[in-house]
C-alpha cells in the first residue's frame, strides 16, 4: 500500500527558504516518477514539479521556475523540494503524489507570510 509522509512546512516571511520532504513507502520509489502539487485556499490542486525515477529530469510550474528545485534519494526513499524566494502567494498545502496513482499525503503546509 502507497504510504507519503509529506513535512517540513511552516510560516516564513518573503523571500525565505523551506525544504520539504516525502517519505515514501509500499512500492518501491526508485522505479516511479514522483511530483509535488499544491492547492491554495478557494483554489485547485496544480502540479508544482515532477521528477524521474532516477532524479535526472525535473520539470516545474512556471510559477516556481527559478525558486524551487525537486530531488531525491533514491536510497532513503525520499523526494525533497527546496523552495526559496518564498512569496505570499506560495502559501497552500503541498502534497507528494507517486506517479500511476492515486495516491495523496497528508500535505504539509506552507504560509508565506506578507
Known amino acids: 500500500q502507497v504510504q507519503l509522509v509529506e513535512s517540513g512546512g511552516g510560516l516564513v516571511q518573503p523571500g525565505g527558504s523551506l525544504r520539504l520532504s516525502c517519505a515514501a513507502s509500499?512500492?518501491?520509489?526508485?522505479?516511479?516518477?514522483m511530483s509535488w502539487h499544491r492547492q491554495a485556499p478557494g483554489k485547485e490542486r496544480e502540479l508544482v514539479a515532477d521528477?524521474?525515477?532516477?532524479?535526472?529530469?525535473?520539470k516545474y510550474a512556471d510559477s516556481v521556475k527559478g525558486r524551487c528545485t525537486s530531488t531525491r534519494d533514491n536510497a532513503k526513499n525520499t523526494m525533497y523540494l527546496q523552495m526559496n524566494s518564498l512569496r505570499p502567494g506560495d502559501t497552500a498545502v503541498y502534497y507528494c503524489?507517486?506517479?500511476?496513482?492515486?495516491?495523496w499525503g497528508q500535505g504539509t503546509q506552507v504560509t508565506g507570510s506578507s
Open positions: 503524489k507517486k506517479a500511476l496513482s492515486d495516491a
Open positions: 509500499g512500492f518501491t520509489f526508485a522505479s516511479f516518477a
Open positions: 521528477i524521474n525515477s532516477r532524479g535526472t529530469i525535473t
